[in-house]
């Protein structure tokens, strides 16, 4: 099953769990999983069938082209990543 890291700001909505475990074998389906276990998750990765704006998907160490189609693997590292804004 592979392992999610939760950004700090999405924290509150897994009980403070920076590690978690999800199933699926795409990026959509881990989303999936990882809202049906922390409702308080809906809408703060995906809206409307797209992963929002602010956020990319780490994948095994690797940033993501394909988003929610990625596939991953059953002992694959997830992360969210938070965009930085400079200026």
């Known amino acids: 099953m592979p392992t999610v890291y939760i950004p ?4 509150t909505a897994t009980n403070g769990q920076d590690l978690v475990s999800a199933e699926g074998t795409t ?3 881990v989303v ?17 069938g797209r992963l929002l704006p602010y956020l990319a998907i ?4 690797e940033v993501s082209l394909l988003g929610l189609a990625d596939d991953v693997a059953p002992d694959s590292e997830v992360q ?8």
């Open 27 to 29: 990026v959509r389906e």
């Open 58 to 61: 780490g994948i095994d160490g």
């Open 32 to 48: 999936a999983s990882l809202e049906a276990q922390y409702p308080a998750l809906v809408g703060r990765l995906v809206r409307d």
């Open 80 to 87: 969210f990543l938070t965009a930085i804004k400079g200026g």
């Open 8 to 11: 700090a700001l999405l924290r």
